[in-house]
């Protein structure tokens, strides 16, 4: 499986080759994957290739993640994955099955302690490719565990890396996937977009479940509130999903409503903010479906 994805330079895009230790079935262990010229090298800690091995994500904070969880009503988070794994979304499935369609690995990005759409993959076929990614490396360290207690799932890996800078191939995979991904978690949603184009082979497909930002000032926020949130997420004003698919070059096969949502504290950067600053903040979701040509 790890074979089947070709990892590259984020940036550049220069091929990454595996050097290091594999279990009994081929799989990446402990190693590092560096450039034919040994020039650049990551890391690759217990099957996992870490992109970002610094502090890149709050979840990686044990102090920050552990506020967060408990303002949102997590008193063990020891058992926050294992609560995740069984949440109800059987209301995804009609697409989840289409994306099984898929020949080849699917790439999930920005999965957080949700795991996004992956476990439902995994349930309808437990031998899906799928590799799991997150900025952070505390969710995916949480869902490995997971994956090992259940013991059958052969074909899940993970990636620590930022979805604005992926470090997979260009035309090399035919499907991408993001639950609230790109909407909650990456500094810039067009920048994320662009590169799930560009490492998608032509005819793959991404798809999603996200949504338009739409934030208000109340008259409890502070006279700064809009300016500073215009700074803290550049992308967000004025950024409309479709459009930028359109823009970006991918067809869009479709774009249905699925309602408008209060961002929630705890859940999100734009849930935080909006408590913080007393503004009021909603997700106007679509579920996307997007091909390359």
Same mark, same amino acid.
């Given at each position: 499986m790890n074979d089947s994805i070709q990892f590259v330079t984020p940036g550049d895009h220069r091929t990454l080759v595996y050097e290091g230790e594999s279990d009994a079935d081929g799989r990446w262990t402990d190693g590092v994957l560096r450039t034919k010229d040994d020039d650049v090298s990551f890391p690759v800690e217990d099957g996992i290739p870490r992109f970002r091995s610094e502090v890149a994500s709050g979840w990686d904070d044990e102090e920050a993640r552990n506020e967060e969880l408990r303002k949102a009503g997590v008193e063990n988070p020891?058992?926050?994955?294992?609560?995740?794994?069984?949440?109800?979304?059987?209301?995804?499935?009609?697409?989840?099955?289409?994306? @099984?369609q898929a020949d080849g690995p699917i790439v999930e990005i920005a999965v957080g302690p949700g795991g996004g759409v992956a476990p439902l993959l995994l349930d309808l076929e437990p031998s899906a490719r799928v590799v799991m990614n997150d900025l952070g490396l505390w969710p995916l360290r949480e869902w490995q565990k997971l994956a090992?207690?259940? %013991?059958?799932?052969?074909?899940?890996?993970?990636?620590?890396?930022?979805?604005?800078?992926?470090?997979?191939?260009?035309?090399?995979?035919?499907?991408?996937?993001?639950?609230? %991904?790109?909407?909650?978690?990456?500094?810039?949603?067009?920048?994320? @977009?662009?590169?799930?184009?560009r490492v998608l082979r032509s005819g793959g497909t991404f798809y999603g479940w996200e949504g338009d930002i739409d934030v208000r000032t109340t008259p409890e926020s502070p006279p700064d509130a809009m300016e500073t949130f215009k700074k803290t997420f550049p992308d967000s004003l004025g950024f409309h999903f479709e459009p930028a698919l359109h823009e970006i070059g991918f067809q869009v096969i479709e774009m249905h409503p699925t309602g408008r949502s209060r961002a929630i504290p705890g859940e999100s950067d734009l849930g935080d903010f909006a408590e913080q600053y007393k503004m009021d903040a909603h997700l106007v979701g679509y579920r996307i479906e997007a091909a390359k040509p």
């Open positions: 020891d058992t926050l994955i294992e609560r995740n794994y069984k949440a109800d979304r059987s209301k995804l499935e009609d697409m989840v099955r289409r994306i @099984l090992r207690r259940r %013991g059958c799932w052969p074909n899940l890996r993970f990636a620590q890396f930022d979805a604005t800078q992926m470090p997979i191939a260009p035309d090399s995979v035919p499907t991408v996937v993001s639950q609230h %991904g790109l909407t909650n978690v990456t500094p810039s949603r067009h920048a994320a @977009l662009q590169e799930v184009f």
